[in-house]
């Protein structure tokens, strides 16, 4: 059964930092690239980051490129989301699934809820 969960958010001041993590159960994190998203109030879920299989490829957002930093951890089936320098418009709930996630949309968790004060 496959199940992802994330964890690490909460209330932060503006240039503030957070740690997210992301542990997944089953095979979907062992054989897939796998990425954070976020979904802001009244917006689409969007890709922040990704991250290959092995590690060895990162992608980013424009918007958080040179702020957060993604990785994994695969002998825990653990993903982990660095944020820093917090702005008021990283606010939003921040899901992981893999990348892309068109094949694996039932497989989205809770969230975490992110809210950046000013």
């Known amino acids: 059964q496959v199940q992802l969960v994330e964890s690490g958010g909460g209330l932060v001041q503006a240039g503030g930092s957070l740690k997210l993590s992301c542990a997944a159960s089953g095979t979907i994190f062992s054989i897939n690239a796998m990425g954070w998203y976020r979904q802001a109030p009244g917006k689409q879920r969007e890709l922040v980051a990704s991250?290959?299989?092995?590690?060895?490829?990162?992608n980013y957002a424009d918007s958080v490129k040179g702020r957060f930093t993604i990785s994994r951890d695969n002998a825990k089936n653990t993903m982990y989301l660095q944020m820093n320098s917090l702005k008021r418009e990283d606010t939003a709930v921040y899901y992981c699934n893999t990348d892309p996630a068109t094949r694996t949309s039932g497989y989205w968790g809770q969230g975490t809820q992110v809210t950046v004060s000013s």
């Open positions: 991250i290959t299989r092995s590690g060895g490829r990162t």
